[in-house]
Each structure stands twice: as C-alpha cells, then as structure tokens.
C-alpha cells in the first residue's frame, strides 16, 4: 500500500514519517510554505529516538501524481474545518483502472471531534476513524515533533458505521511496525466520542496558555461536565475514563513540560480558523437539539473563534476573565 497524508501537519507528518521509516510508500499532501519548505528541506520529524530529516514526495492535490494507484490509502489529517475541501478534492480523483478515490479507495479520518467521519461517508464508500492519541507539535514550515514514548502515539482505528475488516487490521499492522500502538476496535466512535470529552479543554488552552493552573481544570471540567450531559441526553456511548486512562497511560508519555496543544498551535501559525466549532461547538449542537444548557462550551468556542478570526496571539487571555465570561453565562440560564 502507498500512505496519502493528507494534511502533514502534526498529526499527519508524525504518521506519514515513522510510516516511511518502517519501509512504506509515503506521499505528503500539504500547501503553502509548508509544501515548500518539504519540497526543499524534507520533512524534519523529531521522536523519541532522535531527528530525522524525511526527503518524501510532497504534493498539494491529486493532480500532481495524476492516477492514483488502487492500493492507495488516504490518510485525512486535515483540521475538519478543512475536511470537506479535501475530501472533495481527493475523492474526484481518478484511481488507475476506473473509478474515483471516492468510489475505489479507503480513507482514515485522523481528526480530532467525531463529524469528519459523516463528512466522509457522505462522499467515500470505504471510510474509517482513527481515535488520535498523539502528543505532537507543528509551529514552523517542515519542522514536526512527536516525542511520545515507548509508542510515538496510540491509534484506534475502525470502520466509521462500525466494525472492523481485514483492511483495517493491515493498515494498523504497518502502523504497529512504524511505532505506534494501533488497536483495530468494532466502536471506534466510542473512542472518539471519549476523546471529545478530552479535547474541551483545547479553547482553555489556546486562549489562557497551555501552563497549568487549577482555575484552567475547573473551568475544563465544567465544559466537561456538560459534555457528558449532551452525550447522554443523545443517547451517545462512550468509552470510559478508566477504559481509556488503561488503554493510554503509559504508553506514549512525553517529557512533563507545557507544550501547546493542537488549538494553541493553529493560533500560534496564525491560521485564521481553529477547530472548537467541531469540539466545544459538537456539544453546544448536541445540546440544542436535546435541550441541555451549554453555557461555558458556548462561551469557549466563540472566544476560541475570536483569536482565530482576528489574529490574536494564544494565550493573551487570562483565565480569570474567560472564568468570569462562563460564570456570566452560566447564570442566564439559570
């Protein structure tokens, strides 16, 4: 199988990187300064066992490579605002022999949040999740860290309507050989949905700073608590907090020190979007649809989304005020 990442920022670097490093075809789909400064310095991708540089072919859309191959994978590790202009331009492509990549090949939803994986069914007749548990960072063009150990990350990986397939059990196999722990699991989103709940807290981060402070894990907890209001007012299963501390802990811990997560990082690029809409967003629709209150997610998304649209600096906030914004909103719906 040749890999397609689609989208080598954090996430889909680490992945296509220690792909390659195990002896896979890799391909990296990316834009701007990115694409160029891959094209130009390769891939420097920085784990555990030290830095690498990666010279991978890079590409900024399908055309590019003209035919895609029917053992392609696609690897979707876009930011899922940036999803369906992805899968739209990916899953149009020709694959060698007729067919689209839409119609013929298989692509693994790598994101954070759980509608990536509608957006893909909708479009892909062989669509997987991928539950992402992968400490990593991208704040420069063709610079990408991932210093978990003894695993670089942990990724659960299933069919998105549910189930698992012999596909899925090949890909996790080369992933497995590439430094990952790579569970093939009939509910991958129930994994999903748990790791929803873990990433409320991104907008607390990105706006207040990713430095500890018990005023920041009230506030995350309480976004948290909502969270698990909606999802079970939806009737939505998850895994377990002590399910997944036991599937996690201990297996891609880096070093303890502050480190941005992937909210922060996207303010940190200046991006001009960031993905709260699809986090804390999620449980604001989820609560408007089955009538649970989401004051405080409400509240951290639209601050996450203020910082994006105007350029503001992550961190510029401090946790006494958006704690004051979320109190406030609390009490109107009291």
Same mark, same amino acid.
């Given at each position: 199988?040749?890999?397609?990442?689609?989208?080598?920022?954090?996430?889909?670097?680490?992945?296509?990187?220690?792909?390659?490093?195990?002896?896979?075809?890799?391909?990296?789909?990316?834009?701007?300064?990115?694409?160029?400064?891959?094209?130009?310095?390769?891939?420097?991708?920085?784990?555990?066992?030290?830095?690498?540089?990666?010279?991978?072919?890079?590409?900024?859309?399908?055309?590019?490579?003209?035919?895609?191959?029917?053992?392609?994978?696609?690897?979707?590790? %876009?930011?899922?605002?940036?999803?369906?202009?992805?899968?739209?331009?990916?899953?149009?492509?020709?694959?060698?022999?007729?067919?689209?990549?839409?119609?013929?090949?298989?692509?693994?939803?790598?994101?954070?949040?759980?509608?990536?994986?509608?957006?893909?069914?909708?479009?892909?007749?062989?669509?997987?999740?991928?539950?992402?548990?992968?400490?990593?960072?991208?704040?420069?063009?063709?610079?990408?860290?991932?210093?978990?150990?003894?695993?670089?990350?942990?990724?659960?990986?299933?069919?998105?309507?549910?189930?698992?397939?012999?596909?899925?059990?090949?890909?996790?196999?080369?992933?497995?050989?590439?430094?990952?722990?790579?569970?093939?699991?009939?509910?991958?989103?129930?994994?999903?949905?748990?790791?929803?709940?873990?990433?409320?807290?991104?907008? %607390?981060?990105?706006?207040?700073?990713?430095?500890?402070?018990?005023?920041?894990?009230?506030?995350?907890?309480?976004?948290?608590?909502?969270?698990?209001? %909606?999802?079970?007012?939806?009737?939505?299963?998850?895994?377990?907090?002590?399910?997944?501390?036991?599937?996690?802990?201990?297996?891609?811990?880096?070093?303890? %020190?502050?480190?941005?997560?992937?909210?922060?990082?996207?303010?940190?690029?200046?991006?001009?979007?960031?993905?709260?809409?699809?986090?804390?967003?999620?449980?604001?629709?989820?609560?408007?649809?089955?009538?649970?209150?989401?004051?405080?997610?409400?509240?951290?998304?639209?601050?996450?989304?203020?910082?994006?649209?105007?350029?503001?600096?992550?961190?510029?906030?401090?946790?006494?005020?958006?704690?004051?914004?979320?109190?406030?909103?609390?009490?109107?719906?009291?």
């Amino acid at each position: 199988m040749r890999y397609i990442i689609i989208g080598a920022g954090a996430i889909g670097a680490t992945i296509g990187g220690r792909l390659a490093e195990a002896g896979n075809e890799v391909v990296l789909a990316a834009r701007g300064t990115h694409a160029r400064a891959l094209r130009e310095n390769g891939l420097r991708l920085t784990t555990a066992d030290g830095t690498r540089v990666h010279r991978l072919p890079v590409v900024e859309g399908p055309a590019e490579l003209g035919e895609l191959r029917p053992d392609d994978v696609l690897l979707l590790a %876009v930011k899922t605002q940036d999803a369906i202009a992805a899968l739209d331009l990916w899953g149009a492509a020709e694959v060698a022999g007729g067919g689209t990549a839409a119609q013929r090949l298989p692509v693994l939803c790598a994101q954070n949040g759980v509608e990536s994986q509608r957006l893909a069914l909708r479009r892909f007749a062989r669509a997987y999740g991928v539950c992402v548990w992968l400490p990593a960072t991208f704040l420069e063009p063709g610079v990408v860290s991932a210093l978990g150990a003894p695993r670089t990350g942990i990724l659960h990986i299933g069919l998105a309507a549910g189930g698992a397939d012999a596909r899925a059990r090949r890909i996790a196999a080369d992933l497995e050989e590439a430094g990952f722990d790579a569970p093939v699991v009939e509910d991958v989103m129930r994994w999903k949905y748990a790791k929803l709940l873990g990433n409320l807290g991104n907008a %607390v981060q990105a706006t207040t700073g990713p430095e500890p402070h018990p005023a920041k894990a009230e506030l995350f907890l309480r976004a948290r608590r909502e969270g698990a209001a %909606v999802l079970a007012a939806a009737g939505i299963a998850y895994v377990s907090e002590a399910d997944g501390a036991a599937a996690w802990d201990g297996r891609a811990v880096q070093p303890a %020190v502050p480190r941005g997560g992937s909210s922060w990082q996207s303010l940190h690029r200046r991006t001009g979007s960031i993905e709260a809409d699809y986090l804390n967003g999620e449980v604001c629709l989820l609560g408007r649809l089955h009538g649970v209150p989401t004051p405080v997610n409400e509240v951290l998304q639209h601050a996450a989304n203020i910082f994006a649209r105007e350029g503001i600096a992550p961190g510029s906030m401090s946790i006494a005020d958006l704690t004051a914004l979320a109190d406030e909103a609390e009490s109107r719906h009291r």
